[in-house]
T-cell receptor
């Protein structure tokens, strides 16, 4: 079965620290990959997405993610976090070209940034 | 663009009562998704529609759950009868097209069943 694994349940960082959140997926075919962010009490918002091309994808708010096909990974990074980045981050996979239109989400990683 | 609109935002109901959650997708989008978010299970896809037709409802937990999409601009998720374990945030989302397109989420309906 397709699944998405996010390695860290809760990450606590100080402002200006660098961030890397891990994401691995189990689907063997071609995939589209997403990172969504959910700020406290709000809905999910798209951070960035990868469909094809350059495996290093840049998103909003200084976030980027790298698709490594051989490792089935799509890790999220930010060089210097801010207090306002405190949120929950979800990695998601969608099998492209297939009959499915849904996203399969990981369990999420809560990020707490200390001022 | 108004985004995906859900109602109610918050609902508290007693066990056994019927609950109806509503969703208006982004205008022009032809795929609609219902997700449930809980602490224990994370985000789970319940059902999704394409061009108002249910494509996959395998995520619907029980017969107590039903979803309809009578037209391109409206969908409902109904729970009858509701149980405390149904307490969760229910998100509606929509996208243009089908596989691989960005899915936009509503602000969610926070359901508490007591």
């Amino acid at each position: 079965a397709q699944s998405v694994s996010q390695h860290n349940h809760h990450v606590i960082l100080s402002e200006a620290a660098s961030l890397e959140l891990g994401c691995n997926y189990s689907y063997g075919g071609t995939v589209n990959l997403f990172w969504y962010v959910q700020y406290p009490g709000q809905h999910l918002q798209l951070l960035l997405k990868y469909f094809s091309g350059d495996p290093l994808v840049k998103g909003i708010k200084g976030f980027e993610a790298e698709f490594i096909k051989s490792k089935f990974s799509f890790n999220l990074r930010k060089p210097s976090v801010q207090w306002s980045d405190t949120a929950e981050y979800f990695c998601a996979v969608n099998p492209s070209g297939g009959s499915q239109g849904n996203l399969i989400f990981g369990k999420g990683t809560k990020l707490s940034v200390k001022p | 663009d108004a985004g995906v609109i859900q109602s109610p935002r918050h609902e508290v109901t007693e066990m056994g009562q019927e609950v109806t959650l509503r969703c208006k997708p982004i205008s022009g989008h032809n795929s609609l998704f219902w997700y449930r978010q809980t602490m224990m299970r994370g985000l789970e896809l319940l059902i999704y529609f394409n061009n108002n037709v249910p494509i996959d409802d395998s995520g619907m937990p029980e017969d107590r759950f039903s979803a309809k999409m009578p037209n391109a601009s409206f969908s409902t998720l109904k729970i009858q009868p509701s149980e405390p374990r149904d307490s969760a945030v229910y998100f509606c989302a929509s996208s243009l097209g089908f596989s691989g397109n960005t899915i936009y989420f509503g602000e969610g309906s926070w359901l508490t069943v007591v």
